[in-house]
C-alpha cells in the first residue's frame, strides 16, 4: 500500500503502515488523499498533531472522487516554477516571486515571438498621464485551447533543454483527448 501526500509542488510517499512523519512543513498548500483506512487514520493524527499545535484549524470541503483535475492556468505556474528551478539550479522552494514573474515573462515574450497570436498582448493605458504600452496578458484570461498551446510549448521548450515537465490534471486529459486516447 501507498500512501501519498501532497506538500507544496513534492510528493512524499510514505509505504505501508509508516505514518510517523506524515506531515512536515507548513499548513498552507497542503492536500491529503485519503482513500483507505491507513491514510485515513493517519490524516486524523495529523490533525490531532497540528491542533494540538495551533489550536485552530480551518478546512475547505473535500472535492469528492478519484478525478481531482488540476486547472491548467495552476500546472502553468506549477511548471514555470519547476523550469525555474532547473535554469537556476535551486529546489523549487527557493525560487522566489521575482525568479517566478521573470520566468513568467519570458516565457510569455518567447512563445509572442514565436507565434505572435494577439491574445497574448493586450493594451495597458494609464488614464492619469496617458502613457500606453504594450504587455502580456494575464495566463488567468486565456482560453483553454489558448492555454494548451501554451503548456505544450513550454513543455516542448523546456524539454529541449532537459527539464521534463509532467503532463497531469486538466492538460493531460486534452493531451489524451487529442491524441485520441
Known amino acids: 500500500m501507498v500512501v501519498c501526500v501532497y506538500v507544496g509542488l513534492r510528493t512524499h510517499m510514505f509505504h505501508g503502515e509508516h505514518h510517523g512523519n506524515f506531515y512536515k512543513g507548513n499548513v498552507m498548500g497542503e ?35 478519484e478525478d481531482r483535475s488540476i486547472p491548467q492556468n495552476n500546472l502553468f505556474h506549477v ?36 507565434y505572435g497570436y494577439e491574445w497574448m498582448v493586450h493594451k495597458v493605458i494609464c488614464p492619469l498621464t496617458k502613457r500606453e504600452k504594450t504587455d502580456y496578458t ?32 486538466q492538460f493531460k486529459k486534452l493531451q489524451r483527448e487529442q491524441n485520441g486516447a
Open 31 to 65: 492536500a491529503f488523499t485519503v482513500n483507505s483506512v491507513q491514510t485515513k487514520a493517519a490524516y486524523h493524527a495529523y490533525v490531532d498533531r497540528t491542533w494540538e499545535e495551533h489550536k485552530w484549524l480551518t478546512f475547505l470541503p473535500p472535492r469528492i472522487g
Open 79 to 114: 511548471w514555470l516554477t519547476e523550469y525555474a528551478a532547473f535554469l537556476t539550479p535551486c529546489h523549487t522552494k527557493e525560487v522566489t516571486a521575482g525568479m517566478l514573474k521573470g520566468i513568467k515573462r519570458s516565457a510569455k515574450g518567447l512563445f509572442y515571438r514565436e
Open 138 to 169: 494575464s495566463s488567468s484570461s486565456w482560453a483553454h485551447g489558448e492555454m494548451f498551446m501554451v503548456l505544450t510549448w513550454l513543455q516542448n521548450f523546456a524539454g529541449s533543454q532537459g527539464c521534463i515537465l509532467e503532463s497531469k490534471g
